[in-house]
């Protein structure tokens, strides 16, 4: 983690500018992956989506920093991150007041050797182990009673070879500690985002004996780590 992160340290407008050029790019994502004092490091600009977008763009409303989208999704990371969920180790927030409105990014560590788990699907079919292995790491943060607001296979990466899973973009995300139903809710959330890309791409791999070997993986309690 970079001690008293300052935002002269990365050219943030630059940096702005490119996660645009990207998004525009790539339809959606406003990730820019970066070298920093030897590592690389991946910026997140919040962007609006649907029809905020075009009101608002960047902008959301807020005067304090401290509740700000990146603040809070940087807390959260920080609290995964020590209780050594797999999640990307968080480096910086930045907040930009404007008046009423704020500007935001949060920088995190690159995970390496990871594919986005939808990517993933387009080209191999997901063998049972990964499978099983998302569903045991979706129980470990339902475990430590963290809510992922949009669980979808764009935000879950995998190290293929290992089998290893990571849950990325907290946005919105918390710990819940009231009910249970939020949990099912999240499961229900991916399933019908992986039932959306099979239905948008032709050879995205995903069938019912799939989420089958998640919901086994979810519900396994030995050796759960
Ligand atoms: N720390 C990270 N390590 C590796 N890849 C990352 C990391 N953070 C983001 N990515 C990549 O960037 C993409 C977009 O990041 P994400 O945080 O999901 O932002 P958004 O969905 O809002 O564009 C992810 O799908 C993933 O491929
Ligand atoms: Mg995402």
């Not at 600009?45 to 304090?64: E, F, N, P, S």
């Not at 020590?82 to 910086?92: G, K, M, R």
């Not at 790491?137 to 089998?163: G, K, M, T, W």
């Amino acid at each position: 983690m970079v001690e008293q992160p300052d935002v002269d340290l990365f050219d943030i407008d630059n940096l702005r500018s490119q996660a645009d050029a990207h998004s525009l790019a790539a339809g959606r994502s406003h990730a820019v992956f970066f070298r920093h004092q030897g590592r690389t490091l991946v910026l997140k600009h919040y962007q609006r989506g649907g029809g905020m977008a075009a009101l608002l763009d960047d902008k959301y409303i807020g005067w304090d920093c401290d509740y700000s989208r990146s603040f809070r999704e940087w807390r959260l990371l920080k609290a995964m991150h020590q209780l050594e969920l797999p999640v990307p180790a968080p480096v910086a927030a930045l907040c930009s007041q404007h008046g009423l409105f704020y500007r935001a990014d949060l920088i995190t560590l690159q995970i390496r050797d990871v594919t986005p788990l939808a990517d993933h699907l387009m080209q191999h079919p997901g063998d049972l182990q990964t499978w099983v292995a998302v569903g045991r790491c979706l129980r470990r943060f339902h475990d430590a009673s963290v809510y992922h607001a949009d669980l979808n296979a764009r935000n879950i990466l995998l190290e293929p070879h290992r089998h290893d899973i990571y849950l990325i973009d907290f946005d919105k995300g918390a710990f819940r500690s009231i009910g249970e139903s939020w949990k099912a809710a999240n499961l229900v959330r991916l399933q019908r985002s992986l039932l959306k890309f099979k239905s948008l791409y032709q050879g995205f791999s995903y069938d019912q004996q799939d989420w089958n070997a998640l919901l086994e993986g979810y519900n396994r309690t030995e050796n759960l780590t």
